[in-house]
């Protein structure tokens, strides 16, 4: 379908048809003479007989149904949550979030195809090259595989009480246009579910798959170059008859990280998609520290050293979820203390008794430093690797216990306030090495094989190790 820089219609609003110009930022609302009237008591507020001031600020939160003559086809908005309405001599301006084109008059979708330069790379189009002849007259034979060969086995997740599939796949088209391809091989991520015409739940869902392509790429400034709506046909079918269009996407892709594949590819976590994305979608896998951009990702400060360090600790705690198993003599050390604690509680009163029952729950709790070490234990036989290699290149060893003390001493510097301090000693390395410990934990904890997590880790973060 052909993109015009600027499209036209009428919409429906409030009982009102509004007359817009949408330039795929913000949509501009000019309402008919004999309702001019009307729109501007929407901004006003009376106070007395005759007497106006500015009213409460106003908010769309419904979305828009138009037409376009462009097109002759519908549109759907998103208009910003956030962002009020405002106005020039009464020509509404709404901000914009997301957008749907038409191409075919159809409301009822059951499938979504999504294509970007991240997900190229995380599902190569190589896998759809069957075979390639060079002959000595320059002749060059190409065969590709079926798209039935080309596509995964669909993984399953649930979203508002909808079972819905992901899966993989390789289209292959052709043209005979002068200065484009002729043969064009596009990986898609597929989602399909039960046909609805409930937009916000497709809005929903496409932002919880773009976490998902974050995550395995570990920056937030991931491309969706388009995503199709596809509504339900004939034999099991889908046609295509919408394009969702996202306003505040990045122009410009982060080319060098896609380049040089520091992203988790698909075949690493086959089969464990589907699980993945129902802990994103319930928000019980840890992202906050996932840095806007592999540039900014590289440099570190106060900021992301809480928040890496945050991340380790909430993935340390879905796996023990009891804490660290402890040995009998540190049990019954613990059981006395907590006995001696206990009537010094019921001994005193006001602030005195407050502390004891502050320090009360800290028996038992396992810190910081205990839970770095334990990790070494429990994840060593995949992390060292990346570790050795790590403090190796500085001229320094890896000591899990020395690595705990140090980022323990360097939370505490932040919790006082003191964030104009450099990091201590090794403890930018020891942040370094524990953005790898919370993807190990993570991916072991959807029970990934330990070869595969290795495979992962050395490509997300570039380690060029030779596994």
């Known amino acids: 379908m052909y993109e015009y820089n600027t499209y036209t219609g009428v919409i429906k609003y409030k009982g009102i048809e509004f007359p817009f110009v949408f330039d795929k930022k913000e949509l501009k609302l000019i309402p008919p003479k004999d309702k001019e009237d009307e729109v501007r008591n929407w901004f006003r507020k009376s106070i007395a007989t005759g007497v106006y001031v ?5 908010y769309i939160t419904e979305y828009l149904y138009g037409s376009v003559n462009e097109t002759g086809h519908n549109i759907i908005f998103v208009p910003s949550k956030n962002t009020a309405i405002s106005s020039i001599n009464l020509t509404l301006i709404v901000n914009i ?7 075919k008059d159809k409301t009822k979708i059951d499938r979504i195809a999504i294509k970007g330069p991240e997900i190229t790379h995380i599902f190569p189009t190589t896998v759809a090259v069957n075979k390639i002849n060079w002959s000595s007259d320059g002749k060059i034979g190409v065969s590709t595989k079926s798209f039935d060969e080309t596509t995964t086995a669909k993984e399953k997740f649930n979203m508002n009480d909808k079972t819905i599939f992901i899966y993989f796949g390789i289209s292959v088209s052709s043209t005979y246009k002068t200065g484009q391809s002729p043969i064009s091989l596009d990986s898609t991520m ?5 046909s609805t015409d409930d937009y916000e739940f497709i809005i929903n869902l496409i932002k919880k798959t773009k976490q998902l392509i974050q995550y395995l790429c570990y920056r937030r400034n991931i491309v969706f170059s388009k995503v199709e709506l596809a509504a339900p046909a004939q034999k099991g079918l889908h046609e295509p008859f919408a394009t969702l269009y996202e306003t505040n996407q990045i122009d410009i892709e982060e080319t060098y990280p896609n380049e040089k594949e520091k992203l988790i590819k698909y075949d690493y976590i086959q089969g464990h998609l589907g699980e993945i994305l129902n802990d994103i979608i319930n928000e019980k896998i840890y992202l906050e520290h996932i840095p806007e951009s592999y540039e900014s990702g590289r440099r570190k400060n106060a900021g992301s050293f809480v928040l890496i360090t945050a991340g380790f600790e909430w993935e340390f705690k879905r796996i023990y979820p009891n804490g660290i198993k402890k ?3 540190t049990k019954k050390a613990e059981a006395k203390v907590t006995t001696i604690i206990e009537k010094l509680i019921e001994d ?3 602030k005195v008794k407050e502390k004891f029952k502050f320090f009360k ?5 396992d810190n910081l430093q205990s839970r770095i070490v334990e990790s070494g234990k429990c994840f060593g036989n995949i992390s ?3 570790g050795d290699n790590l403090y190796n290149i500085n001229n320094e060893k890896l000591n899990y216990n020395q690595m705990g003390k140090r980022i323990a001493e360097q939370r505490n510097n932040f919790a006082h306030g003191n964030i104009d301090k450099k990091f201590i000693g090794l403890s930018l390395l020891d942040l370094i090495y524990l953005e790898y410990l919370i993807y190990i934990m993570q991916l ?3 029970g990934l094989d330990d070869l595969k997590i290795k495979y992962a880790i050395n490509d997300l973060f570039g380690c060029n190790i030779a596994l």
């Not at 500015?54 to 106003?58: A, D, K, S, V």
């Open 348 to 350: 005193n009163s006001g």
């Open 327 to 329: 040995t009998e003599k």
């Open 190 to 194: 597929f989602i399909e579910f039960d």
């Open 97 to 103: 979030d997301f957008y749907i084109l038409n191409k």
């Open 384 to 386: 060292d690797i990346f």
């Open 54 to 58: 500015f009213g409460n600020p106003i």
């Open 444 to 446: 072991k904890f959807y």
């Open 361 to 365: 729950k800290l028996i038992g709790d």
